[in-house]
């Protein structure tokens, strides 16, 4: 509860800035927790990432894991796997 808190007053709780690996955001349309603008602002920390994507799911929820392959469980997993594919050396591409 303090860190959901601390995350809705703007508080960092740690900087993506260390992160030096390939990274893929992935966020939900309906998501309740995550505002597009987390995306924004952790995809500006990312600044030493070897590269940076980002997918927002439509109409999908918080829960897009856990839900049906039409509500966008399928389309996380396909994601996911594309990213896992790739080669460590190759930047991502849109």
């Given at each position: 509860?303090?860190?959901?808190?601390?995350?809705?007053?703007?508080?960092?709780?740690?900087?993506?800035?260390?992160?030096?690996?390939?990274?893929?955001?992935?966020?939900?349309?309906?998501?309740?927790?995550?505002?597009?603008?987390?995306?924004?602002?952790?995809?500006?920390?990312?600044?030493?990432?070897a590269?940076?994507r980002?997918?927002?799911?439509?109409?999908?929820?918080?829960?897009?894991?856990?839900?049906?392959?039409?509500?966008?469980?399928?389309?996380?997993?396909?994601?996911?796997?594309?990213?896992?594919?790739?080669?460590?050396?190759?930047?991502?591409?849109?």
């Amino acid at each position: 509860m303090a860190d959901s808190f601390e995350l809705a007053s703007g508080r960092k709780l740690w900087d993506a800035g260390s992160i030096t690996a390939h990274v893929l955001v992935i966020r939900s349309e309906n998501d309740f927790w995550s505002r597009p603008e987390d995306v924004t602002t952790l995809v500006q920390d990312l600044r030493r990432a070897a590269s940076v994507r980002t997918v927002t799911i439509p109409e999908a929820t918080h829960y897009v894991h856990l839900d049906r392959p039409e509500r966008g469980r399928s389309r996380l997993i396909a994601e996911v796997t594309r990213t896992l594919a790739q080669p460590a050396t190759m930047k991502a591409v849109d």
